[in-house]
């Protein structure tokens, strides 16, 4: 049984939020972290997404801010542009026990001109990747002389990624006097290294897997080279998940296999880092509202995605680093559910999966591909589609309204609409596929607040 975080010593206004949020005890990486952060300690916790990492640095920065002052007192660096949307949203919530905490997202791919404006009104706390926040520190825009907290967050993905050089150069613009708070999934040398350079008589944390045994089933197929990306629709018809991650080690092969998908009447969108950032959001944006069945993507493009109710996820290929098979698999069987995670292996990959059966302690369970028939029920379609709205928040447009126009001026089921995101210049909404056309015609014969909107289906091609 994990603690309460009434063990804690935060502050009642802090622990009334966090009941109001829903956060009942605290997961193993909070519970093990949460008292050496809030202690003033320099921490490296070996916690994947999805383990309630960001709770356990966001509290212990909190508590160290000062409310009254506007300068930049802690800054957490993240490896992707989503994960630092996801990081800033639940610092927001976690915070609104204070008054008045600003919250900057600073990352490439978004118009410098809001960033600076946001920075000029001053904020306690700066989330986002390397790069962008060195650029604002080289301008001058970004001062870090009030830091107290620094966070790593992903810091393998960010090497990964080629941040290291970035990484040093925001870190000799930081006090030497501060907190810092590194997270990782895994631990490889150059880790080791920043640790060594960056962190004072750091206190390390690691906790298991997050994964109740048997809520992930794993299945293994011997392929031929010839055969991998046709075994994957033969998968996808067998299994009929609705939304399905498939791994490949490499871009050629993500773009392949996407291709091949599409050609066979499936519903995938390949995610990997030849795409400009307004196409990576669109992508992720209808894989996660579910008007996507098959996300194909890198490790590395798909690191800090946390996508809920992912019923499989398939190994088109082996990663030759068994640490990273089970990052990929334990994205399925989250909350309870059960996942699959199917594995494509050729002979020449037998290696790999060895390594991975001693990681994992058992064997793989091998399946012939001749036992995968198609089920019944046409085409895999997801159930949802995107519409994009000309207009984001620079319009106003918020999710509300839009919620209030489709149910209670065109009569649409509440339960019919989806997810609806709101960027700055375009909102997506997802929307049941039977009413997509009809949803799309009465938006743009109306109006939203009594102003005129254009919406169009998204274009699901790539």
């Known amino acids: 049984m994990n603690a309460s975080f009434s063990t804690l010593p935060l502050s009642a206004a802090a622990l009334a939020n966090l009941e109001q949020l829903g956060y009942a005890e605290m997961t193993a990486i909070q519970a093990a972290s949460l008292p050496l952060a809030l ?31 506007f300068a930049t007192q802690a800054l957490v660096l993240c490896p992707t542009r989503e994960l630092a949307d996801q990081v800033t949203q639940e610092i927001r919530r976690l915070a609104r026990a204070e008054d008045n905490i600003k919250v900057v ?15 000029e009104h001053g904020a306690q706390i700066a989330v986002g990747t390397p790069g962008r926040v060195l650029d ?150 209808q894989f996660a509202n579910r008007s996507c069945s098959v996300l194909v993507a890198t490790d590395v493009a798909a690191r800090g995605l946390d996508i809920a109710q992912l019923e499989a996820v398939i190994n088109v290929e082996v990663t030759p680093d068994a640490e990273i098979h089970t990052h990929r698999i334990g994205r ?49 379609l997801p159930p949802m589609v995107t519409l994009q709205i000309a207009g984001g928040r620079k ?29 700055e210049f375009s909102t997506y909404l997802a929307v049941e596929r039977g009413i997509a056309q009809a949803v799309v015609k009465k938006l743009n014969a109306g109006t939203v607040k009594g102003r005129k909107i254009k919406v169009r289906l998204l274009d699901e091609e790539r």
């Open 39 to 69: 202690a003033g300690k320099d921490l490296i916790a070996q916690a994947k997404t999805g383990s309630g990492k960001t709770a356990a640095f966001a509290l212990a920065l909190l508590q160290r801010l000062d409310a009254k002052s």
């Open 105 to 119: 997202t600073l990352c490439g791919g978004v118009a410098l001109r809001g960033q600076l404006s946001s920075l």
């Open 136 to 285: 604002h520190l080289e301008r001058g825009s970004l001062e870090l002389k009030a830091l107290q907290t620094l966070v790593l967050d992903e810091a393998d993905r960010m090497l990964d990624m080629g941040f290291h050089d970035d990484i040093v150069a925001v870190v000799k613009h930081c006090p030497a006097q501060r907190q810092t708070l590194l997270f990782s999934a895994t631990y490889p040398e150059g880790i080791a290294e920043l640790a060594r350079r960056f962190l004072r008589d750091p206190q390390t944390v690691k906790v298991a897997e997050q994964h109740a045994a048997g809520t992930i089933r794993q299945r293994w197929y011997q392929v031929r080279e010839d055969e991998r990306l046709h075994a994957v629709s033969l998968l996808l018809a067998h299994y009929r998940p609705q939304s399905t991650l498939a791994f490949c080690n490499t871009k050629a092969q993500c773009r392949d296999l996407g291709e091949v998908l599409k050609a066979q009447g499936v519903c995938a969108l390949a995610l990997h880092g030849d795409l400009d950032q307004r196409e990576r959001d669109q992508v992720l944006v």
């Open 332 to 380: 399925t069987g989250r909350a309870g559910e059960q996942g699959w995670a199917l594995s494509l292996a050729s002979l020449d990959e037998m290696g790999r999966v060895g390594n991975i059966e001693v990681m994992q302690g058992a064997e793989a369970e091998w399946h012939q591909l001749a036992e995968l028939t198609p089920a019944p029920g046409g085409p895999l």
């Open 395 to 423: 319009e106003k447009i918020r999710a509300g309204d839009l919620l209030g126009a489709l149910t209670k001026d065109l009569g649409f089921a509440g339960a019919q609409i989806g997810k609806i995101n709101i960027g």
